[in-house]
C-alpha cells in the first residue's frame, strides 16, 4: 500500500513523503527509525492496488537495479571527494543516466534538497529501490559529514551482492537448462510420436493395458490443449514474476515458502548471515548506533529464527547487556562462529573490521554450498528424466511389441 505522511524532524522541520508499506504500523516503525514524529498519514491507494500491493502501471515499471545503484554510489563517491558540490553532482548523473527511474530519482532529490531536506529522505521516498541500510547509511554518512566514504562502502557491499547474485546465477544455469530441455523432449515426445502409436493399437484392433490407455490420453490431451495450457503456463509464470518483484506482499509470500523448503533453508540461513554481517558492519563503520544498526539488519533478513533473536538481542542491549553477550545467548540461531568472533571482537574494539570478514567467509561459504547442491541435483535430475523414459518405454512401446509379437505367431 502506498502512504503520504507529514512528520517533523528533530530540528523540528516539516516534512512530507510517499512510502510503500503493508500497513499503517510499518510506516510509524520506518517514521520512527529515521527519528521523525508523525503529523499525519494517509493511505493512496485504490481497492484493486491494496490487494496487489503496487499500482497495476507500476507492474511493468522498471526499477532501479543494483547496478544502477553502484554506478550512483560509486560516482557521487568520487564527486563529493574531488570537492563537487551535492546538487551539482546529482545534476551530472541525471544527465548520464538512461533509465527513466534512475531520473525520476535524481530530479526528486534536487528539488528535496532545494526544498531543505536532508539528502538521505530521497531515497527513504523510495523504498521499493533502496533498502533500509542503505537509507540508515546515507543517513549516518550525512550527519556525520563523511557522505563520500560512506558511498564508498555502500558502493563495496554492493559490489559483493550482485558477485554474489551472479554465482548463484551461474551454478543453477545448468540444471534449469537441463529441466527446460528435459521438459522441451518429453512434450514433443509425448505429442507427435506417441499418438502415432495410438494410432498402431487402433489400426491393429487390440485394447492396449489401463496403464497404456492412460499415456496415450494425456499424449492425445496434450496434441489438443498443449498450446493452451503452454500459453496458461506462461501467463501464471509471467504474473508471479512481477508480483514478486513489484509487490511487498509477493515478496513476503516468496521468503515463507523457500524457508520452508527442506533443501533451500541452508542457503537461505547463510545468505541471510553473510547479509547481516555486510550490513551491520558498514553500518557499525559509517557511525549509525548499535540499535538502528540492529534493527535495520533484522529488516533485510529472510529467516524467521534470525529476526526474533536479533530482536531479543536489542531487547537485551537495551537493558545493558554488551553485544557480545547478547548475541553468545543466541547460539541456536546464528553460527557459532559467528556469535564467537563478535564476542571477541567487541573487547577488542574491532567489531567492524571482524564483521566484514565474517561477511566475506560467509560468501565463499554461500559459494561452495550452492555448488555442492548443484553437484547433487543434477543425477538426481538426470535419474528423474531416465525413470520418466522408462516409465514411457514400459506403458507404450513394450505393450506395443508384446502385441505385434503374438500377431506375428
Known amino acids: 500500500m502506498l502512504f503520504k505522511y507529514k512528520a517533523i524532524t528533530q530540528e523540528g522541520k516539516v516534512v512530507e513523503g510517499e512510502i510503500e508499506k503493508e500497513s499503517e504500523s510499518e510506516v510509524l516503525k520506518f517514521l520512527k527509525s529515521q527519528e521523525l514524529t508523525p503529523i499525519s498519514i494517509k493511505e493512496e491507494k485504490a481497492i484493486v492496488e491494496k490487494i496487489l500491493g503496487t499500482s497495476l502501471k507500476g507492474f511493468f515499471k522498471k526499477g532501479i537495479s543494483l547496478e544502477d545503484q553502484l554506478f550512483l554510489v560509486r560516482y557521487l563517491s568520487l564527486m563529493l571527494k574531488g570537492g563537487v558540490d551535492l546538487l551539482e553532482a546529482l545534476s551530472v548523473l541525471e544527465k548520464d543516466f538512461q533509465n527513466p527511474a534512475v531520473r525520476r530519482f535524481l530530479a526528486f532529490s534536487k528539488e528535496s534538497l532545494k526544498k531543505g531536506r536532508s539528502f538521505y529522505e530521497s531515497f527513504s521516498a523510495f523504498p521499493h529501490d533502496f533498502s533500509p541500510t542503505f537509507v540508515a547509511l546515507i543517513k549516518a554518512g550525512e550527519v556525520s559529514g563523511k557522505l563520500d566514504e560512506v558511498c564508498k562502502v555502500l558502493a563495496q557491499n554492493i559490489e559483493r551482492e550482485i558477485e554474489l547474485k551472479r554465482k548463484l546465477k551461474s551454478a543453477l544455469t545448468y540444471p534449469i537448462m537441463l529441466v527446460v530441455l528435459a521438459v522441451i523432449v518429453l512434450s514433443v515426445v509425448i505429442t507427435f510420436s506417441i499418438p502415432k502409436i495410438a494410432m498402431i493399437f487402433e489400426e491393429i484392433n487390440r485394447e492396449p493395458p489401463l496403464f497404456t490407455k492412460i499415456i496415450l490420453s494425456l499424449s492425445l490431451f496434450l496434441r489438443k490443449y498443449g498450446i493452451f495450457l503452454l500459453l496458461s503456463i506462461v501467463a501464471i509464470l509471467v504474473f508471479l514474476y512481477f508480483f514478486y518483484q ?40 559509517a557511525g549509525v548506533p548499535i540499535l538502528q544498526a540492529i534493527e535495520v539488519s533484522r529488516d533485510t533478513l529472510t529467516t524467521p529464527k534470525m529476526k526474533l533473536a536479533l530482536d531479543r538481542i536489542a531487547e537485551k542491549i537495551k537493558k545493558g547487556v554488551t553485544i557480545g553477550e547478547a548475541f553468545l545467548e543466541e547460539k541456536k540461531a546464528f553460527p557459532l562462529t559467528l556469535v564467537s568472533l563478535i564476542s571477541i571482537s567487541e573487547k577488542a574494539g574491532r567489531l567492524s573490521f571482524t564483521l566484514k570478514e565474517l561477511s566475506d567467509f560467509f560468501a565463499g561459504e554461500i559459494d561452495a554450498t550452492v555448488k555442492s547442491l548443484t553437484s547433487l541435483i543434477e543425477p538426481i535430475i ?28
Open 382 to 409: 538426470l535419474m528423474m528424466i531416465g525413470g520418466i523414459v522408462a516409465l514411457l518405454a514400459l506403458g507404450v512401446i513394450v505393450p506395443l511389441y508384446q502385441t505385434v509379437t503374438t500377431m506375428a505367431q
Open 246 to 285: 513489484r509487490t511487498l506482499v509477493g515478496k513476503r509470500l516468496f521468503q515463507n515458502l523457500i524457508v520452508h523448503l527442506p533443501i533451500v533453508k541452508k542457503v537461505v540461513e547463510k545468505i541471510d548471515v553473510q547479509k547481516f554481517t555486510q550490513n551491520f558492519s558498514a553500518m557499525v563503520e
